[in-house]
């Protein structure tokens, strides 16, 4: 059983940065890609950002194109997300994904595990 522990969310303002954390366990992390989520109110659950399996290929949600950069530490099993410049419009509950494939994937039928989430509140 994969499990997925997002940390770092919190409440901000317009052009602050927040850095997300997400710590895996129970499947062999450094072989498999991993990707960001997030669901803002009354809204579907979108992709934000994903990488692939050792960390030389990401793909970005043209939202968050040049503000937000996904990583991953495959020696501490964590994937993080450095979010700069963030906008009101960027909050959501973001969560974290484990996928079986190693490439980049960025729909959500892709990914097989899911983290309960972290509340990221950017005010104007």
């Known amino acids: 059983q994969v499990q997925l522990v997002e940390s770092g969310g919190g409440l901000v303002q317009a052009g602050d940065s927040l850095r997300l954390s997400c710590a895996a366990s129970?499947?062999?992390?450094?072989?498999?890609?991993m990707g960001w989520f997030r669901q803002a109110p009354g809204k579907e659950r979108g992709f934000v950002a994903a990488?692939?399996?050792?960390?030389?290929?990401?793909y970005y949600a043209d939202s968050v194109k040049g503000r937000f950069t996904i990583s991953r530490d495959n020696a501490n099993n964590t994937v993080y997300l450095q979010m700069d410049s963030l906008k009101p419009e960027d909050t959501a509950v973001y969560y974290c994904?484990?996928?079986?494939?190693?490439?980049?994937?960025?729909?959500?039928?892709?990914?097989?595990?899911w983290g309960q989430g972290t509340q990221v509140t950017v005010s104007s």
């Open positions: 990488i692939n399996w050792s960390g030389s290929s990401t």
């Open positions: 129970g499947r062999t992390f450094s072989s498999y890609a």
């Open positions: 994904a484990s996928t079986w494939v190693k490439s980049v994937v960025v729909t959500t039928v892709m990914y097989d595990y």
